[in-house]
Structure formats: structure tokens, C-alpha cells
């Protein structure tokens, strides 16, 4: 009987994953492979493409102790084809197989590439997820909207989280309005744990650093876990002293605090490092343990159960046309802030570059300052995705796609998100310390020191005004904008008009 191959990608490193469940070690062949071909789609972060390679090679290593036949492609080795398919057509070769076995990618350029493979790929489904595709089609066929709020209630229904019977815990679905609170700077906040490359991350380092130039951001603060242990001792530490505090201050922002509770797990579960149900199941157990508050606990497992797995729905029910939607129609380049550029803005300032230094930021400062400012100022969608799916280390297009275009730029037109997230600068002043120390003045409205989201909140509302109007989330605003007085009105959309213009002539803004 001819071998089979049985393909491991980059962020399937679980012993757990469908392609090996079924495999037969005696008989099959593992394939991986470091190829530029998916390094380079876009222009990856180095910490990112460092994570997977030295995570790949070290899971690589683990199957060959645990009795597979492991054939693993090094970015650098002279024979590598520099492509899934052609890694797969090359072993196959060498091997004497004739089919496949792979676990579905978590994209459609991927997935399409396997398709199209002259060496035929089983595609089989990833067990890792609570919610199968098939299953979120049912629960999503018939809906006018897809709401994650109705769909988080059946993921707690199936799995039991946070239930006492067939009632939520606390008798609340969910607890966000003790989750938003403002944080203090405090010395005694904990930090997450540092990992220290180890030989096989530190040569991995030095070739990501030969081999990828150009790519923006820096190698120089690596600290990320490339094993299941290290993963493992960052959920140990996030459980015992960031989780109890995580819940009322998972919105704030602080300029000297990168990470305040968070957990920065989500690099691991998106990789196969960690299982999203031992995350869920070790928050439950320290909630129920009376170690940690409800609003804690349950607001880390709507991330999870909630809000990931309906992302993850929505990108395989809407198909690989959905990176493409632009309902707004923006067509505006990306600020050249967003890599590195100068600006003036404290908070773009602050996000980008701890973007850059550790390719990391979290879901506040992605959504309501990157995210935000991109969508006011009326960005094309398309460059923001590919900013988003480069920069962050736990960007894959499966979880980044819907967030970006959908919850963040309004660019599928609703299916993700009821309203547009905008705000002026009032509320990253209220979550943040950002604005004391920026060059515009946040309680401005208008003139020369005018916070930018200020003057930009105002035109979006105006110049989206028929589709918005009468949705009845944004109605107070427009009642707000309707009762200005002409002069201020024409005042905020002409001086909106010039910083807009001075962004399209590359000015510092």
C-alpha cells in the first residue's frame, strides 16, 4: 500500500489535528515546509514569521521523537520549492505517494492552491473549532443578520461554560458594562512571562532576519513561547495573576503598559499550541474556584467560544470573495503612520509602534485607534486588511479578515457588526492616557490643535449619511449634528476637508 502524505501547516501544530488523527505512523509521511511562498503574501511581521517557523520546527521535532516519518523543508534549504503545492509534488515524488491528507487551511488562497495541486488533498475538517462550518451555515440559514451576542448563547448552551442549568450564570448572558473601566499606571501590575530564545529560536531569528529584510517591524524584543510548554506556562501565568482584573479593564489603554491584563494567548490557540476548550475550561474552573470575578471569566470566554468561533463562521460562510467588499466604497491610501511614519498623534503614535516592536496590541487599541482612524479618514478596506493580516503575530486570515473588514471598517456593509465603530476623541481620552501628552487638544472641536478623530467622526456621519440615518444606534448623533449651529457645522466639514487633504499629499497629520 503507497504512503501517504499527511501536510502540517504553520498554525496546526497540534497532535490533536485532524490530518494525523487518521494518519498511520508505519505508513505515511508528514510534510512541512518554511516556504516564502506564504511568508512573503503579504509582508509578515518577523517576530510572526520567527513564531511559526521556530514553533514549526520544534513541533517537527516532537513527531519525529513520538515515531512519525517527518520530511520538514527549511526556508534555506537549496531543494525547497518555495511553495505548499511544490513541497507537496516533491515529496510525493520522493515518497512514492499518491494522495494527500491535509487538514483545511484557515484561508482560501490556500485552500484554492491545494485544490488546484496535481497531487490530489484530501481536505478534511478542523476539529479544533467548537462550532463546525456545517453547523454555523444551519445556524446562520434563514437569519436577516448574524448577531454574535444570539450565537455566543448557543455556544454556551453547547458547551456548558459559565451555566447553572439551562440558565447563564449570574442570570446575565454577559457582564460588559463592569468590563469598561479606565486603568492607572501601577508597578505591581503583572506582566506576562518572557521566553528567552532557546538555540533552535535564535537560529531562526538570524534567518528571519537574513531573509526578510524589508518586512516592517523589529526582531530585537522577541520574547514569545515556540512550544507547548512555553504556552502552556503563559495560560499558568495569565490564569493565577492577570485573569481576576482582566474583565473591567480589558478596554483601557495606558502608554507605558503594553499589555495590562491581557492574556496574549491568542498566537498559541490560533497556532494549535493550545486548544481553545483547556483555555476555557482552565478560566471556568478558577472562576467556579471563587479565584476569579464572573465579569473576568466571562468576558475571556466570549472572546473565545463567542466572538472567535462566529468570526470563523462568518469567513468560510461568506467565501474567499469577502476580503474583496468595500460597501462604503473608500478608496483611500493607508497613511504611511501605519508603517512607522511620522505623526502627531499619540495614540496611532503609541499603537504602532508597540505594533512594530513586539507585534502585538490589543483589541482596543486595533479596533478604536488604528481601526477607527482608518474608517473615519475613509481608508480603502483592502489596505487596511493587508495591514492588519501583516503586523500582528496572531493574524490569520480566518480571525483577521472579518474583524478588519467586517467589525472594524464596516466593509461587508453589516453582516458582522449592527453599526460602524467610530468615536471621537472623547472616548480614547475616557480608556486611555494617550491624549495628555498629544499635539492636538482632545477637548477641541475645531482650529488649528483640533483632535483629528474630532473633526474626521463628524464627517463620516455626514458623508455616510444616507446610510446611517436611520439606523437607530446613530440616530442620537445625527440629532446631536442637527442641532449645531450652521457656522460650527460648516466649520468641522471644511477643516475636516483640509486634514484629509493634507493626508492625501503625504503630510504629517
Known amino acids: 500500500m503507497k504512503p501517504r502524505l499527511i501536510l502540517i501547516l504553520g498554525d496546526q501544530l ?8 487518521g494518519a498511520d505512523k508505519a505508513r505515511d509521511v508528514v510534510v ?7 511568508a512573503a503574501t503579504v509582508p509578515h511581521h518577523p517576530q510572526k514569521i520567527a513564531f511559526l517557523f521556530a514553533a514549526m520546527r ?5 513527531l519525529t521523537v513520538s515515531g512519525w516519518q517527518v520530511r520538514y523543508t527549511r526556508l534555506d534549504d537549496p531543494d525547497n520549492t518555495q511553495s505548499i503545492p511544490g513541497e507537496l509534488i516533491r515529496r510525493a515524488s520522493e515518497a512514492g505517494a499518491a494522495e494527500v491528507i491535509a487538514t483545511r487551511p484557515g484561508d482560501w488562497r490556500l485552500i484554492a492552491a491545494l485544490e488546484d495541486c496535481p497531487v490530489p488533498v484530501r481536505l478534511l475538517e478542523d476539529t479544533r473549532f467548537i462550532c463546525a462550518t456545517a453547523e454555523f451555515a444551519a445556524w446562520a440559514e434563514g437569519r436577516k443578520q448574524l448577531r454574535m451576542e444570539y450565537f455566543y448563547r448557543e455556544m454556551r448552551r453547547k458547551t456548558g461554560y459559565l451555566m447553572e442549568g439551562d440558565r447563564p ?11 469598561r473601566k479606565p486603568a492607572a499606571g501601577d508597578l505591581f501590575r503583572p506582566t506576562p512571562p518572557r521566553f528567552s530564545p532557546d538555540a533552535v529560536t535564535a537560529e531562526v531569528l538570524d534567518l528571519v532576519a537574513r531573509e526578510f529584510p524589508g518586512h516592517f517591524g523589529t526582531l530585537d524584543d522577541f520574547g514569545w513561547a515556540t512550544d507547548r510548554a ?14 481576576p482584573d482582566f474583565g473591567a479593564y480589558q478596554d483601557a489603554m495606558l502608554a507605558g503598559d503594553r499589555f495590562l491584563y491581557h492574556s496574549l494567548l491568542s498566537p498559541y490557540m490560533n497556532a494549535g499550541l493550545l486548544d481553545p476548550r483547556e483555555v476555557c475550561d482552565r478560566v471556568e474552573a478558577a472562576w467556579r474556584a471563587g479565584r476569579v470575578p464572573i465579569n473576568s471569566a466571562e468576558g475571556f470566554i466570549r472572546q473565545i467560544i463567542g466572538w472567535r468561533e462566529f468570526i470563523r463562521g462568518v469567513y468560510f460562510l461568506e467565501g474567499p470573495g469577502y476580503t474583496a467588499r468595500n460597501a462604503l466604497n473608500h478608496r483611500r491610501a493607508l497613511p504611511a503612520a501605519y508603517w512607522g511614519g511620522e505623526t502627531k498623534m499619540a495614540c496611532l503614535s503609541q499603537t504602532v509602534a508597540q505594533t512594530r516592536d513586539v507585534a502585538y496590541a490589543h483589541h482596543i487599541q486595533r479596533l478604536m485607534v488604528a481601526g477607527n482612524f482608518a474608517l473615519l479618514a475613509g ?8 495591514w492588519y493580516l501583516s503586523v500582528y503575530i496572531d493574524a490569520l486570515e480566518w480571525v483577521e479578515a472579518p474583524n478588519t473588514l467586517g467589525m472594524s471598517q464596516f466593509a461587508d456593509g453589516g453582516l458582522v457588526g449592527s453599526k460602524p465603530y467610530v468615536s471621537s476623541g472623547a472616548y480614547i481620552d475616557r480608556m486611555s492616557d494617550y491624549c495628555g501628552g498629544c499635539a492636538y487638544l482632545v477637548g477641541d472641536r475645531t482650529g488649528p490643535k483640533a483632535c483629528p478623530f474630532n473633526l474626521l467622526y463628524w464627517h463620516f ?5 444616507d446610510r446611517f440615518a436611520g439606523n437607530p444606534r446613530m440616530a442620537q448623533m445625527y440629532r ?5 449651529a450652521d457656522e460650527r457645522r460648516a466649520t468641522v466639514l471644511a477643516e475636516a476637508e483640509a486634514l484629509l487633504a493634507r493626508l492625501d499629499a503625504g503630510a504629517v497629520v
Open 14 to 21: 497540534s497532535p490533536a489535528i485532524a490530518a494525523l488523527a
Open 32 to 38: 512541512m515546509a518554511e516556504v516564502r511562498g506564504e
Open 58 to 62: 520544534k513541533f517537527a521535532a516532537d
Open 169 to 179: 450564570a449570574g442570570d446575565r448572558w454577559n457582564f460588559d458594562a463592569e468590563n
Open 230 to 243: 512555553g504556552a502552556l506556562a503563559a495560560l499558568d501565568h495569565f490564569i493565577d495573576h492577570a485573569l
Open 379 to 386: 481608508v480603502d478596506p483592502a489596505q487596511v486588511h493587508e
Open 461 to 465: 456621519l455626514i458623508r455616510h449619511r
Open 480 to 484: 446631536t449634528w442637527d442641532r449645531m
